[in-house]
């Protein structure tokens, strides 16, 4: 294995933790983010471009902005609940 | 529950996945080792066969276009399950509701985002066939683009680029289309969904046969569906915060 596959996968696994470790949801789904952001490069680091590819959009964008809409909807009921 | 039931339900099932995960990670091939010769073959007879550059998007929408459709399905049914539940909740049209942004600096970066954005998802869409990329991915970049029209400028404007009746359409055109790709192939003596166009020329952008319809039919349904759950959240969130929410 290369150093730079053990330091990406390292990356990975410091990101999961900090998810789980994360209390309020809204900062978790960002965390999420982030995490998803290592496993993007992990995907190239293991030469995998398409998945890395999957992986930034479903993370970076469609998963955040539904958890982010689906938190905002339960918080909503007092006025300016965070979007 | 007290204390103690709740550890010893918590310990036997941590003992009985740890067993599970050391059991599966032993049983692993070596790092790096591939045995199945299914991958070596696709990549050796892609471009002879195919004359497509990217196995990993000839897989997903030729050789294994079935199992996209069948995906690709879940995701149209996913979301019209978010539009019909949400729907269900709210009684009044949001559509009137005005939720600008007022700093004049992120309106225009914020527009000029959505522009760049629009059109790197069409081209990833569209080189599907050539470097990384392809309708699912685009198709998302693609719902990034409307949803940044909200989030930098204003909830009018994303609702008159992005409603729900112009969503609805775009992902049912998508599903359908490609559906309709697969019945067509059948009705003109091919199989289910296989590729009834010329090849064309690998690294062209009109390489790919009809399975380069099929990819854009998927970019619609992609981005129809995220555009679709995206605008009824919003609409969800938006007439919360003015009152306007039935039982």
């Not at chain 2, 103690?4 to 070596?30: I, T």
């Not at chain 2, 949400?86 to 600008?100: A, F, I, K, P, W």
Request: glycine share 12%.
């Amino acid at each position: 294995m290369e150093p730079l596959q053990i330091v990406a996968m390292l990356y990975v696994a410091l990101g999961a933790l900090c998810v789980v470790l994360a209390r309020d949801v809204v900062r978790q789904a960002l965390v999420f983010s982030l995490y998803g952001f290592s496993l993007v490069v992990l995907f190239v680091v293991f030469q995998a471009p398409d998945v890395a590819l999957s992986a930034l959009v479903v993370s970076g964008i469609a998963y955040p902005l539904v958890l982010v809409g689906a938190i905002a909807r339960c918080h909503g009921q007092r006025k300016g609940g965070g979007k | 529950m007290t204390t103690r039931v709740r550890l010893a339900v918590f310990s036997s099932g941590l003992v009985l996945v740890a067993a599970l995960l050391v059991d599966g990670v032993s049983n692993l091939p070596p790092f790096g080792r591939y045995a199945g010769p299914y991958g070596d073959i696709v990549a050796r007879l892609v471009e002879p066969q195919r004359h497509m550059a990217n196995a990993v998007t000839a897989v997903v929408f030729d050789y294994r276009g079935f199992d996209t459709m069948g995906e690709e399905l879940i995701l149209f049914a996913a979301a019209s399950a978010v539009a019909l539940l949400l729907r269900e909740m709210r009684d009044h049209d949001t559509s009137d509701l005005v939720e600008g942004i007022r700093s004049d600096a992120l309106r225009g970066v914020g527009a000029l985002a959505a522009i760049v954005t629009f059109v790197l998802a069409l081209q990833v869409v569209a080189h599907g066939f050539i470097t990384p990329g392809g309708g699912f991915q685009g198709g998302v970049v693609l719902s990034a683009a409307f949803a940044l029209v909200f989030l930098t400028n204003e909830y009018r404007a994303y609702n008159r680029l992005a409603s729900s009746s112009f969503a609805e359409p775009v992902e049912a055109l998508g599903a359908g289309g490609y559906v309709f790709l697969g019945l067509l192939a059948l009705a003109l003596g091919f199989g289910f969904l296989e590729n009834f166009l010329p090849f064309g020329v690998t690294g062209r952008l009109r390489s790919g046969g009809s399975a380069a319809i099929v990819n854009w039919s998927s970019a619609l349904a992609v981005s129809g569906g995220f555009a679709l759950i995206f605008s009824e959240y919003l609409q969800e969130n938006v007439a919360v915060r003015h009152g306007r929410v039935g039982k």
